[in-house]
């Protein structure tokens, strides 16, 4: 005999609670993850791969290993400006608010 519902439910519920990762991302999940675009990734682990976690190709797909993943974010944490910010103050002139006042929270945490 199966599980009652309500058992099957609380599996379920400790499941989600637990947010175990698999143990290889695809460039799909990565790009979901980095608030990025598929095809960004796909560059960036040709032309830049510093920018990402360790790269690993299997059977001609790219991947990402989960706890290498885990490990980048945990290193990229306090040194990023947040999503969207890179790059907006290439040229002259003063910083973008957001870049200003992401660079003062990032100095005053430390």
């Known amino acids: 005999m199966g599980l009652s519902a309500s058992k099957r439910a609380a599996a379920r519920a400790a499941m989600h609670a637990q947010r175990v990762l698999p143990r ?14 598929e095809k960004t990734i796909y560059e960036w682990s040709s032309t830049a ?45 003063r910083p973008k608010k957001a870049v200003t006042v992401a660079r003062r929270n990032a100095a005053s945490s430390r």
Do not use: K
């Open 49 to 93: 791969p510093e920018r990402l976690p360790r790269v690993t190709r299997i059977a001609g797909r790219v991947l990402f290993d989960a706890r290498d993943v885990e490990r980048w974010f945990d290193e990229q944490r306090g040194d990023a400006l947040p999503f969207g910010t890179e790059g907006i103050n290439e040229g002259p002139g």
């Open 24 to 37: 290889y991302l695809s460039v799909y999940e990565l790009a979901v993850l980095l608030h990025r675009h």
